[in-house]
C-alpha cells in the first residue's frame, strides 16, 4: 500500500522561509510531486523529484532522499499569496498519482 | 502549457437524478485521465482511471456502477454520478498528463462543485 504523511498545518510569516515535509511509503517509487492548491480551487504543480537532491524553481525548492522516503518543498521570501495548501503525492509502479492530506499554510503579515 | 478543461464549474441537482461531468483535454491528447474526489479540508482521493477505448478502472471502495466513467475520445472523459445522494456532494476533479510516462505531472481541471440536495 501506499501512505504519505505531512503536518496538517503550518503557519508562517510574510517575507520568512517556510519548509514542508513529507514522508512517503509507497509500493515502487517513480516520482514525487508537489501541488499548490488555493482553497475552492484545483491544484497547480509546482515541483518535481525522481532523484535524491535538490530541485530549484525560483522561490520554490523541493527537495528528495529516497533512502529515507522524504521530501520537502522550500518557500523562501513568503508572500501573503502563499496562503494555501500544499499537497505532497507520489506516483508509484502504478502510475497513479497519489495524494498526502495536505499541509494548509497560513502567511502572516 | 497543458489545459484541462473542466465542466460544468458548479452543479446543483435533487437526490435521485444524475449528474454528468466533462473533462476535455484542449491542447494534447490524453488516452489516460484521473478522477478524483475531494471532501472538505481533506486531500485528494483518487476515484478511478479513464481509459481511452477501454473500461476505467477503478479504486477499491468506489462503486463503477454508480459513477460511470466514459473516454470515448482522446480529448474527452465524462463522469456520471448515477442517482445522487447528498453524500456525494463533492469537488470532483479530472487530470491528465500531457506526455506519456509516469514522470510527467498531472494537469487539472478547474474542478466541479457539486451540491445534492
Known amino acids: 500500500g501506499q501512505n504519505i504523511d505531512q503536518p496538517t498545518e503550518m503557519t508562517a510569516t510574510e517575507g520568512a522561509i517556510v519548509q514542508i515535509n513529507c514522508t512517503y511509503q509507497?509500493?515502487?517509487?517513480?516520482?514525487l510531486f508537489w501541488y499548490q492548491q488555493h482553497a475552492g480551487e484545483a491544484p497547480t504543480f509546482l515541483s518535481y523529484?525522481?532523484?535524491?537532491g535538490l530541485e530549484e524553481k525560483g522561490r520554490f525548492s523541493s527537495f528528495l532522499s529516497r533512502s529515507k522516503g522524504y521530501s520537502y518543498l522550500l518557500l523562501k521570501e513568503l508572500q501573503m499569496k502563499d496562503s494555501a495548501s500544499y499537497l505532497c503525492?507520489?506516483?508509484?509502479?502504478?502510475?497513479?498519482?497519489?495524494f498526502g492530506q495536505g499541509t494548509t499554510l497560513q502567511v502572516k503579515p | 502549457g497543458a489545459v484541462v478543461s473542466q465542466h460544468p464549474s458548479w452543479v446543483i441537482c435533487k437526490s435521485g437524478t444524475s449528474v454528468k461531468i466533462e473533462c476535455r483535454s484542449l491542447?494534447?491528447?490524453?488516452?489516460?485521465m484521473f478522477w478524483y474526489r475531494q471532501f472538505p479540508k481533506q486531500s485528494l482521493m483518487l476515484m478511478a482511471t479513464?481509459?481511452?477505448?477501454?473500461?476505467?478502472?477503478?479504486e477499491q471502495g468506489v462503486e463503477k456502477d454508480k459513477f460511470l466513467i466514459n473516454h470515448a475520445s482522446l480529448t474527452l472523459s465524462t463522469l456520471t454520478v448515477t442517482s445522487a445522494h447528498p453524500e456525494d456532494s463533492s469537488f470532483y476533479i479530472c487530470?491528465?498528463?500531457?506526455?506519456?510516462?509516469?514522470?510527467?505531472?498531472?494537469?487539472f481541471g478547474n474542478g466541479t462543485r457539486l451540491t445534492v440536495t
Open positions: 487530470s491528465a498528463r500531457e506526455e506519456t510516462g509516469v514522470n510527467s505531472p498531472l494537469h
Open positions: 509507497t509500493s515502487g517509487f517513480n516520482g
Open positions: 523529484n525522481v532523484l535524491d
Open positions: 503525492a507520489v506516483t508509484g509502479n502504478t502510475g497513479k498519482l497519489i
Open positions: 491542447d494534447f491528447q490524453a488516452t489516460t
Open positions: 479513464s481509459n481511452e477505448g477501454s473500461k476505467a478502472t477503478y
